[in-house]
């Protein structure tokens, strides 16, 4: 069954009421945010200019207009659905307060944090960096997603690779079997996603911006639309701008309707619709790993390895994702002006610790004294092209 797109103009009050109940597996929504304002921005080109109004007579006035609306959202969510409420501080008192009225405070989920920078002369006062996403369902029966991140620089990476237990005192202590040796942990995804989300906000001149005043980046809609439907699921988003919603869901295959009150919005929505334009982000790509404290030119030497770095280790540099004979497999690159004999016994020490039955040592230049294959422990293989070596599995046989 091929996913469908349709984007409308209207109030979503009128025609989400006139939609079947139960039918949409996940909503998004980005309302005003009670800032009191007129927003307009213009496009690139500066040819067009788009602008709406979020003016307010009282809290009371902007509190009913969206109590109104979720209302009927909550009707057409499916029992497995759920919603995410897009918000700043101008106003999430008042919309945490109707979600927990509407969908109850049992199925409160996350207040997620959309953390970013954006440059400002503001002299007074703390810089807004962030802004806040409310995560709820509709029965304690949702669809949810793991999203694993990696590991942050601060991380022992080979420590998590050990399997604990608690002693007689319930003390954490590492697993050992019969021997003494210490048990290795169950291979690890990464780190479960958290309620901070460090997503770059769009700047002036990234691809995806269409110069709608409050439109966001897709990368922050997939995120959204992974953790909560699946491919094929109906999304919804009732005050869909510039259409970024729309333009994510067709990215991962689910079907999905949006609503706008403005002609403008529908109608570039629409637009890019058509021709999907997707901004990469360099910081997201690199991510933290740009500031690790590990040796980045032997990692570099081993980057096109399915490896895990290790942080805080003089003897090893990464480990293998995939275990040996289910232990951990430390790689060691030879440093520059290092000699043989020492990478060997620094790599020798640190595998003794883990356990390793297996351990890798990268050979980078050649030793004015040459290791005599006596020298060289039967678990430590020395190799000198990583890439072709390790990823053909030799290793395992």
Same mark, same amino acid.
Not at 89 to 102: G, P, S
Not at 148 to 173: F, M, P
């Given at each position: ?40 921005? /213009? *496009?690139?080109?500066?040819? =067009?200019?788009?602008? @709406?109004? !979020?003016?307010? %007579? #009282? ?78 369902? /509709? *029965?304690?029966?949702?669809? =949810?997603?793991?999203? @694993?991140? !990696?590991?942050? %620089? #601060? ?243």
């Amino acid at each position: 069954m091929s996913n469908t797109y349709n984007i409308i103009q209207g109030d979503c009050l009128d025609i989400v009421q006139g939609m079947q109940q139960n039918s949409v597996n996940l909503i998004y929504l980005d309302p005003p945010f009670f800032t009191q304002k007129q927003h307009s921005l /213009k *496009t690139r080109d500066r040819q =067009f200019e788009f602008s @709406y109004d !979020d003016l307010w %007579e #009282s809290h009371q006035d902007y509190a009913k207009f969206l109590h109104d609306r979720l209302a009927v959202l909550y009707n057409v969510l499916r029992e497995d659905g759920s919603i995410f409420v897009h918000c700043d501080t101008h106003a999430n008192y008042i919309i945490r307060a109707i979600l927990d009225h509407i969908f109850g405070q049992e199925n409160f989920r996350s207040e997620i944090i959309w953390s970013y920078k954006r440059w400002s002369n503001s002299k007074k006062g703390l810089l807004p960096a962030h802004q806040t996403i409310f995560f709820y369902s /509709k *029965t304690n029966q949702f669809i =949810f997603n793991p999203i @694993y991140c !990696d590991y942050s %620089e #601060s991380t022992n990476i080979d420590q998590i690779l050990q399997k604990r237990t608690r002693d007689e005192h319930g003390k954490a202590v590492y697993a050992r079997d019969d021997h003494g040796e210490i048990i290795p942990a169950d291979p690890k995804k990464g780190v479960p996603l958290s309620d901070v989300w460090e997503i770059p906000y769009l700047n002036p001149k990234a691809k995806e911006r269409v110069g709608y005043p409050s439109q966001k980046p897709i990368l922050l809609l997939e995120q959204i639309i992974e953790l909560a439907s699946n491919p094929g699921d109906i999304i919804l988003d009732p005050f869909c701008g510039s259409g970024t919603t729309i333009i994510a869901a067709k990215l991962l295959n689910r079907s999905a309707w949006g609503i706008d009150i403005s002609p403008d919005a529908v109608q570039i929505s629409k637009d890019r619709l058509k021709t999907p334009i997707k901004s990469e982000s360099l910081l997201l790509q690199k991510g933290r790993k740009a500031y690790l404290n590990a040796n980045e030119d032997a990692l570099n030497i081993i980057a096109s390895l399915d490896i895990i770095p290790v942080q805080r280790n003089q003897g090893i540099d990464a480990i293998l994702k995939q275990n040996y004979q289910g232990k951990p497999v430390p790689i060691r690159v030879q440093r520059q002006g290092e000699s043989l004999h020492k990478a060997l016994a620094l790599l020798n020490k640190a595998s003794q610790i883990k356990g390793a039955v297996k351990s890798i040592l990268v050979k980078t230049s050649d030793d004015l004294f040459e290791l005599e294959m006596t020298d060289i422990p039967d678990h430590i293989m020395i190799i000198e092209a990583p890439a072709y070596a390790v990823q053909k599995g030799f290793y395992l046989n």
